[in-house]
Structures are given as C-alpha cells and as structure tokens.
C-alpha cells in the first residue's frame, strides 16, 4: 500500500469508528452487557445504564432492612421487606431517562404503587409532599402526593423480573419514569410526609424540582425555559 | 535559533528548528483546553467529584465555554497561521514509510522528524479532537432537545476521555520523564532542538535538510 494511504487510512478509520459509535454505540454497550457476567455488568456502563451514585453503594443487611412511613399520617409504619411484598403489587413498563442524556427502554419494574402504601399509613389532609431519604446519606429527594400518585409512578421492588440488584437500588426504589431519574431515590429506608416542600440533593445542587422530562433541566443556557 | 556561547566543556551545541509558531500556538491551546475540559468532564461525570465539587451548573458552562474557545482558537490559528507548515507536518504524518513500520514493531530504523509514534499520535489526536467535538455537540443537543437524547454520544464521549487519557500519561512519559525522548519538550517549547540529539533520534529528518541545504 502507498504509505501516504497507511496513515490516512488510520485517520479515516477512527473516525469512521467513533462516527459508528456515535450512531449505534448503544447496541454496542448492549454488547458488552451480554457478554460480561452480571456482577460486572451492572456496575459498567453497559446494557445502557450507569450507575451513578454520591457517596457509593450502600450495604443493607434484607434481614432488618425497615422503611419507614411517618410524618403526617395517622398510622406510622415500620416495614420489613415481606412487609413490602405483601402489599399489593403493581407492575409497569417504562423508559428511563437520565437527565445526563442516556435513557433506557421499555425496563420491567414491579412494586407498590403510592396510593396502596399510603392506604396503610392515612395520610392527613394537610400531607402536600412525600420526601424520600435514601441509604445512602444525604441523598434525598421529594415528590408532591399529585406526582407520586401519576398511574405510572412507583416504589419499585423488582426490575426486569428479578430482585432490584444493590446498584439499582435493593431493596426499594422511587419509579418515576416522567421525569429524570435523579428523582428515583434509590435504596430508600424513610419516607417522610410533609405539609412544606423540601429540595432533594441534586436541587440543592442547581437541579429543577420538577424534573418533568424533556420540559426541565436546561441546564446550559441559564434561564431557558 | 537562540545563540548559546560555548563553555570550558566545549563548543556551543548546535540546535535545528523543529516547529514554527503555529505548531507551537496549536499544541499549546488544545493542551490547556484538554486539561480544562478534562477537569470539568470528570467532575460532570464522576458521583465522587461531583459532590465534591457541587456548583454543577456553573461547572458545566465552564466546560461549554472551554470547548467554545478550544475550537475557535484551533480555527483562528489555522485561518491566520503558517498553514503551508501545516499542510506539509500532515503529509509526513500521514506517510507511514517502511522504516516506520518497522520502528512500529520495535525494531531499530531511522526516523524522520516525527518518529512513527509520533505520527500516530499527531493521528490520534486529531481525529479524536473531530469525534469530541461531534459527540459533544449531541450531547448539548440531547440536553434541549429529547429527540436528540441517544447512548451513541455519550458512550463515544466516554470511550474518548478514558483513551485519552492513557494517551496523554503516556505522552507526558515521553516529553517530562523519558531521559532520550524528554529533550523533544524544549521543540515545542522554544521550537528547536540540539543537532546531535536530533542526528540520532531522527537522522533522516538531518541526513534530508544537509542533502537539500548542500552542508
């Protein structure tokens, strides 16, 4: 081959790489999440999701893993897992966008719905806001009772048919697929019923509190709607 | 070339012009952009520094405006520089002659004013620098707009910043550290270098200049 042509061809190459990448790089992470074991997969950046957390992955002991309800409810409780598995159990189909620009389709969630966990606790009439506190201190984030009771918002138990694995929040998660996922709390052990608003950890940090998706978070040109 | 007088341990070393104002201007602007932009990158993306750090809003403008000012200022001194100078540098990178090839393999073969590793990097480099550029021009298109929010950027973006890194330690090895290779830092610093060292890391690139002067 000329030699001029060698080292073109090394440029165009990687260009045509990254360019292919660009276009179909999903497929490839979806790849590698095929080909690497589980335990690995699911702190890589493969079958699409990243695992992003502020203070790393919390331990929880199942055995006495409680989540408790309290605030403004008639009724606090203290629930176990089986607890929670007793509960009724509601399960959806949902995208889940991040608000860094990945997103994941059509991911299999299984759990209780708010309206049935907040059947067990009463809550009363002045309750406005559910803030949920996370494992993984001091991460925390607050849903209003209208947003957390949308038909497809959740506290997620199981993902795609299995236990929620340690990196995507065993053993509860908030499901929110409307907005991003910064407000899916993971690894929750409290939620807190509350007349007053309270920012979570990422809108302390300069985040929208409605993180509707595709109407919040934009976060570059300040001041955009 | 800067006049050194000699001294009682002999006579002043001879130095050669390695790279003109314009290579010097390029290599200097996307070094401290790369920097910048990797700092501001890892805060954005790592959990650990991002909480660190905090202020996310005002660290992501600051990796926007870098990029900004990174291109325009690549733009500008290629628009206003010494861009027959470059042309030329990009032919001989791009011609990976027999020699280089061997040298690729480990073998000992004389090499030119860039050595093949050095074209390869120069190669790298530049393409990697277009494939930022792109996939970070998604990613602020995916961050306004849902339809443009895809993996492909992201990933590509991520997989570039992880290479360069490794690119870039290795490459600070060789010009900071390395004691055959770490005088070429003074070439692209005050943009020449002494004859000897040249003569013997790349003696085609003398051995051509003497046939073409007649020295």
Redesign the interface.
Known sequence: MN??L???A??LG??GA??A??????N??DIVGRLVPDQIAEIL?TK?WRI?????IPRIDPAVFRLRVDGLVERPLSLSLENLRELPRAEQVSDF?CV????VENVHWAGIRFDDLLAEAGPQPEARWLQFFSEEVPYVDTLSLEQALVPDAMLALDMDGKPLTKPHGFPTRVVMPRMYGYKGVKWVNRIHIRRDFVPGY?ET???DSDAW??KS??????GQE | MPAERGNQFGPAPKFVRRFGRTQRALHWVHATAFFALLGTGLVLWLPTLSTWVGRRPLVKDVHLWTAIAWAVAIVLIIIFGDRQGLRADWREVERIDADDRRWLVGRRAPQGRFNAGQKLNVIVTTAFALLFAVSGVFLWLAARESRFRWDGPIVVHDALTLLSVLLVLGHLYLALVHPTTRHALRGMTLGDVREDWARTHHSKWIEESERRTGV
């Open positions: 030699d001029r060698l080292g073109r090394a440029f990687i260009l990254g360019a990448g660009i276009v179909w790089g999903r490839v992470a950046p699409g992003y957390t502020i203070r790393g966008h860094t620009g990945w997103s990422w940090h300069g985040y998706i595709g978070n934009f976060g570059f040109i300040k």
